[in-house]
Each structure stands twice: as structure tokens, then as C-alpha cells.
């Protein structure tokens, strides 16, 4: 396949991902906010709120690294 | 591990009440709950108790208020006549309250003249020129700063106003303003007020509190006024330390006594005290069983001791964590979350082998390792034992060793750059490796997701719930065949291998519905999902390691060398706050989504027996 057919899908592979991790950390991270203006004992359950979503970016990751892999670009 | 507990109940004559109260309180070791017994009164917050709260709120404000160190523990007693003591801090309170009011009027008061003086110095220098006009009138104002135009424009405004009968003197001020002096005649003053008034412009006013309203007539005032303030700053902190060193040692003792009193006045709620009897319950350590009983038979034969054996009641018994030195630490981790319920486990052990392990395989670089190295020593000096900070610093430390080891195993220091001094990689190189540091980061996601399901089969036979310990097994199973499965598949287990797991699998499925459910499918896949959600570990690594090189590769894009060196430098500052921060973060992310969600069961009580107070660190 074309190199860089292989270049673009790994990097929408990271960037929608990245996008979706954005947009989901976005509505988190101010309701988190709130939640810690009024209980600050949860602010472990926040941190680990706001990271929750970061895992689809890091799969995101992984896949375009496979993908420039399978192409010979990286590695 | 959870320290395991044991119920007690003791009673006696409820005249011996306060004694045994006391001589729990100096025990220190049982955690008092309500008795199972019907309560013939309904004990609110007491009438002692709100006095105690009031005291100590008035103790507390006047140690503030006076600026006295809280000290440590001395010998507490209760004072002689507490109405006495009672008086003595709300008459410090209120006192203290009286100088700090005073202080803070003449602080406002000295910056509020302070503000002025630049003014008033800029008009002084006019003063000779108000003379000159005995039978009119002075108009002080301050036009802002770049409004060199407004001036020419109210001498314009004004001469057309009221004529020559007037006379307009600037000076600039330091801050850019324009001080002005506008002096008339008492005829054209009525104009010349109306003009200001109509075109914004803003007199200065005298300060008030002079008993004089003409600037130039208050400036004397308003200099001995700023003279005279430090004089009586001076005066109410002579008064504030005459207080402070008069009462610090009562006001300290005071405190401590109360602290304790109330801690006691608390605990009497949870005890059921009639007219002639109490009863009070509470747990203990099994550990300190034997040294209770001797010692509440040192209280007389009149107090009877009871061990309550029901371990129905075990299910809401206090949680006290208990691991050795080099676990401790980091129970300011599993602190973090919930307590776990008395009966289950404890996740502290696991935590301290697997979250260090995982912030070094992230981390993995000996020069950032070292980094951590010094920060830890730094926390470690600047930290007291037993307090959070000497548990971050253990904890930081054992990130930091974690983080070395691995950096040597990858052969990384810096990135790349420990390449250039010959440094190589023992294990594997993760620049190239990615799909070897991908399958190793899923291979440590199925042995913690493992030990997870197994910790919960454990957790589930212990509390009697067999069915559900079978299913995590079947679940462990699972998990275990489909790896190997696909291991055999890869060709990485021999091929022949493949059908009987594959079989086994299929076996085992049905099991695993009919013992948990349809809602076990899901949680499967579930369970699949969290195994790869370990692939964070490689793309943190990865990323981290990218990072690092790519600050290397700054040195030389930018022509100087010394220009690449300092934006590296600051690149791999940058990459090190990350590689801080992200790795602690996931390495938490994983312990408490993806390893402890499999058998952490929280909604533990924690374990407070009642003791003397102590200042929280």
C-alpha cells in the first residue's frame, strides 16, 4: 500500500482518538472541578476520572505505531 | 493486611463512668461504638460539651490572635477552677481581638497616608502660591498619567470660565500623573467647582479624620499623623507580646486539656449510661486482648470485661492497616481510595511491589531515574518520620530505583545519549523493540489482571460466598487459556497445543455462565479490556523515550551549539515534570480501574480508638 495512504491512517489513528480523549477530558475536567469544590477528598477519584478517556488515545497510539510499522516507516 | 479485631464490651456502676473513660482514653487502643442496646436517652451534643467548644474556640483564636506557638504535648491537667480558665481565654480573646482591630486601622490608615504623600509633597511645593491669594480659594486636583493635552485643555476651559481671575500650577508626579493647583477667586470658586464637576475631573480630598478639609492646612497633621503611627504600632505589639509571654504556657495547656476533654465528652455519646449502669462497647486489636484485660483488673472487680464473639458483627469491625516498614508508605496510596472492608483484602502489598515497578517501566531512564534519586534524598531531609512527606519521599525513592533499573536494562540515560558513552542495552532497546515492549507491557496486564481475579476468589471463599469464588477461578482460567492460545497460534507455544486450549476454553464458557450469569460474558470481555489497557505502559515508555531524544536531537538544529544545549536542557526539564507526573498518574490509573475493581471491596470504618488528642501532621 502507499506509504503515505500508511502516514495518513496512522496519524488518524492517533488524532481521532486524541480528539475523542479531548472532547471527553473537556466535560470531565470541569465537572471534576466542581465536584472538588465541594468534596476535596475526591480527588483521586478526579485524577482518575480526567485520565480514564486518555486510554483511547493511547490504543489510538499502538495502532498507528502498528500501522507505520507494517509500512517500514518506523522501528 | 487488615489487623484483625475483636469486639468488647465492658460495664460497670455509671458513677465509675468518667474514671473508666479516662482510663480507656489513656489505653489508647479501643475503637468505641454504640452499644447493641436499646439507649434509654437520647444523647445530643451536652451542655459540657458546647462549653468545651466554645473554650477551645476562644483558646484557639487567642493563640492566633497573640501570634503563640502551638507546642507539643506537656503534662495536661484539668485546671483548677475551669469557670476561671473559661474567663481567662474569653478575656484573652476578646483582648488580643482589640490589639489586632487597632493594628490593622493603623496599618490601613499608615498606607492610606502613604498613598498621599507623594501628593502631598508635589502640592507643598505650591504652598507659597495659595498665600499669594489670602482671600480665595485652592482647588487640588491630580489629572492622570498621558493626559498631557487635558491640562491645556482645562486652563482653556477655565480662563474661558472665570477669566484671569485665576492661577494654575503643575508638577509632574513619579507615577506620571500631573499634580495641579488651581487658585481663585472667591467669586469664580462656584464656576470653577461646576466646571470640575461637569468634566469628571477629581479633586484630592484631605484624608479625613484631620479636622481640616483644606490640603494644605491638613499637610502638618497629615506628617505628624504619619510620625506618629509607628509609635503606636510600636505600642499595641508591646502590648500583643506583654500578652502572648503573660499566657502562651496557660493558653498551650489549656488547649491540650480541652482537645482531650472533648475527645472524651465525644466518646461518652457512644456509650449507654442509665441511671445506675453503663455499658460501653468497642473494638480492639486481637494483638492487645490480653493487655486489656490486665489492666481493666487493675479498675476494681466492680467493671466487668466481656469478649463478644458473634462474627456477624465482624462485618462493620474498624479497618487498621498493618504492613511491614517497607510496605508502610505506601498506604498513603491505598489512602488514596476507600479503606477496604474489614474482612477483605488488603491492597497495600501489591501496591508497593507493582506501582513502583510500573512507574520505572514508564520512567526507564537512568538520568531521569537519578533526578528522582535526588528528589526523594531532598523530600527525605526535609521531611519528619511518620508524616506524608517521609511516605512520598519512600515512595519516590522506590519509583527512582525502579526507574534506574529499567534504564539500565533499556540502555537509556537521557534518551539516547548514554548511546554516545557506550551504555547498551541489556534487554532490549525500546527506540526499536516497540512490539516487544507492547507484549511485555500486555504480558504484565494479564499476570496483575491474574492476580486480581485470584485475590477475589480468595476474598469471595473467605466471606462464604463459594459460587462466586468458583466463577473468578473459571474467570482466571479463562484468561490464562486464551493467552496460551494465542500464544500457540503465534507458533510461541507449540501448535498442537492450540485445539486443546481451544477446547478447554470451550468448556469452560458454559461453566463460567452458569455459575455467574449471563453478566459474566460482559464482564469478561471486560476483563480482556483491561489487559490491554496495560499497552499504556509501552506507548508512556515510548513516548517518554521519543521525547528524550528529540530534546538530544536539539543540540544540533540550531546552528550554536550552546543555543541547542539550553533548548535541550529545557526540553528534558519538560520531559522530566512529564515523566513525573504521567507515569504516576497511569501507574494509579491501573492499580485502581483495572487491578483493584477485580477484588478491592471498599467501605472500611478506619480504626480511631480513642486516645489523647495529637495534632494531625
Known amino acids: ?75 | 493486611m487488615i489487623v484483625s479485631m475483636t469486639r468488647v464490651r465492658l460495664a460497670g456502676p455509671a458513677a465509675q463512668l468518667e474514671r473508666v473513660l479516662a482510663f480507656v482514653q489513656d489505653l489508647g487502643v479501643l475503637h468505641l461504638v454504640r452499644p447493641q442496646v436499646p439507649a434509654s436517652e437520647k444523647l445530643q451534643q451536652s451542655k459540657p460539651e458546647r462549653h468545651c467548644r466554645r473554650m477551645l474556640s476562644d483558646v484557639e483564636v487567642a493563640l492566633r490572635q497573640l501570634g503563640i506557638e502551638r507546642r507539643s504535648r506537656t503534662v495536661v491537667a484539668k485546671p483548677e477552677s475551669v469557670i476561671a480558665a473559661a474567663r481567662l481565654a474569653r478575656r484573652l480573646r476578646r483582648a488580643s481581638g482589640k490589639v489586632m482591630k487597632a493594628r490593622a486601622a493603623l496599618d490601613d490608615e499608615r498606607v492610606m497616608l502613604l498613598r498621599y504623600r507623594e501628593f502631598f509633597s508635589a502640592f507643598e511645593s505650591l504652598i507659597g502660591h495659595e498665600l499669594t491669594w489670602p482671600d480665595g480659594k485652592a482647588f487640588y486636583v491630580v489629572l492622570r498619567a498621558g493626559s498631557a493635552t487635558a491640562l491645556g485643555e482645562l486652563r482653556k476651559a477655565l480662563t474661558k470660565a472665570v477669566g484671569e481671575e485665576l492661577e494654575l500650577l503643575d508638577r509632574p508626579l513619579a507615577s506620571g500623573e500631573l499634580a495641579v493647583l488651581i487658585l481663585v477667586s472667591n467669586d469664580a470658586a462656584p464656576k470653577v467647582a461646576k466646571l470640575l464637576s461637569d468634566s469628571r475631573v477629581q479633586e484630592l480630598p484631605a484624608p479625613a479624620g484631620l479636622g481640616e478639609t483644606n490640603l494644605l492646612r491638613a499637610m502638618p497633621a497629615l506628617k505628624a499623623r504619619l510620625a506618629a503611627i509607628p509609635r503606636a504600632i510600636e505600642e499595641l505589639e508591646t502590648e500583643r507580646r506583654r500578652l502572648a509571654e503573660g499566657n502562651a504556657a496557660t493558653l498551650n495547656r489549656l488547649r491540650w486539656w480541652l482537645r482531650d476533654e472533648l475527645l472524651v465528652l465525644e466518646a461518652r455519646n457512644q456509650v449507654h449510661a442509665g441511671r445506675h449502669l453503663f455499658v460501653l462497647e468497642g473494638w480492639l486489636p486481637d494483638t492487645k486482648r490480653a493487655d486489656l484485660v490486665e489492666q481493666v483488673a487493675s479498675l476494681g472487680p466492680e467493671i466487668v470485661i466481656e469478649f463478644l464473639g458473634s462474627e456477624a458483627w465482624k462485618a462493620n469491625a474498624p479497618v487498621a492497616l498493618t504492613n511491614p516498614a517497607l510496605f508502610r508508605p505506601f498506604e498513603i496510596v491505598t489512602r488514596l481510595m476507600p479503606l477496604p472492608r474489614y474482612g477483605t483484602i488488603d491492597p497495600t502489598p501489591f501496591l508497593a511491589i507493582f506501582f513502583p515497578a510500573f512507574f520505572g517501566l514508564m520512567l526507564g531512564d537512568v538520568g531521569y531515574g537519578l533526578l528522582l534519586v535526588g528528589i526523594a534524598v531532598l523530600l527525605r531531609f526535609k521531611s519528619r518520620p511518620g508524616t506524608t512527606l517521609r511516605s512520598v519521599s519512600v515512595i519516590a525513592g522506590a519509583c527512582s530505583i525502579f526507574s534506574v533499573l529499567f534504564g539500565v536494562l533499556f540502555g537509556e540515560l537521557f534518551g539516547n545519549l548514554g548511546h554516545g558513552v557506550g551504555m547498551k542495552p541489556l534487554w532490549f532497546n525500546r527506540e526499536e523493540a516497540i512490539v516487544p515492549f507492547l507484549a511485555l507491557s500486555v504480558a504484565i496486564g494479564v499476570v496483575h489482571i491474574s492476580l486480581g481475579l485470584v485475590l477475589a476468589a480468595i476474598t469471595a471463599w473467605r466471606r462464604g460466598h463459594t459460587r462466586e469464588a468458583a466463577g473468578r477461578g473459571v474467570a482466571v482460567l479463562m484468561v490464562l487459556l486464551t493467552v496460551a492460545a494465542l500464544l500457540a497460534a503465534f507458533k510461541l507455544l507449540p501448535s498442537g497445543l492450540m485445539t486443546p486450549f481451544v477446547i478447554a476454553l470451550l468448556v469452560a464458557f458454559p461453566v463460567l455462565i452458569a455459575l455467574e450469569g449471563i453478566v459474566a460474558v460482559i464482564e469478561l470481555l471486560s476483563t480482556f479490556g483491561h489487559i490491554l489497557s496495560y499497552a499504556r505502559i509501552m506507548a508512556l515508555g515510548t513516548a517518554s523515550l521519543m521525547l528524550a531524544v528529540v530534546a538530544n536531537q536539539m543540540v544540533g538544529t540550531f546552528g550554536s551549539v550552546v543555543v541547542g544545549v539550553v533548548f535541550a536542557l529545557l526540553f528534558h526539564v519538560v520531559n522530566f515534570a512529564i515523566g513525573l507526573f504521567s507515569p504516576t498518574i497511569h501507574a494509579l490509573r491501573l492499580h485502581s480501574v483495572e487491578f483493584l475493581g477485580k477484588f478491592f471491596s471498599p467501605g472500611g470504618a478506619e480504626y480511631r480508638p480513642l486516645s489523647h488528642w495529637q495534632p494531625q501532621h
Not at chain 1, 502516514?7 to 472532547?23: C, D, N, Q, R, S
Not at chain 1, 477530558?25 to 480514564?52: D, M, V, Y
Request: no cysteine.
Open chain 1, 1 to 75: 500500500m502507499d506509504t503515505s495512504l500508511l502516514a495518513i491512517g496512522a496519524a488518524l489513528a492517533v488524532g481521532i482518538p486524541a480528539a475523542a480523549t479531548a472532547w471527553a477530558q473537556g466535560r470531565i475536567g470541569p465537572a471534576a472541578a466542581a465536584s472538588l469544590a465541594e468534596k476535596p477528598e475526591l480527588s483521586t477519584t478526579a485524577i482518575i476520572l480526567i485520565a480514564i478517556p486518555e486510554t483511547m488515545v493511547i490504543l489510538g497510539f499502538v495502532v498507528a505505531v502498528m500501522i507505520l510499522l507494517r509500512s517500514g516507516a518506523a522501528g
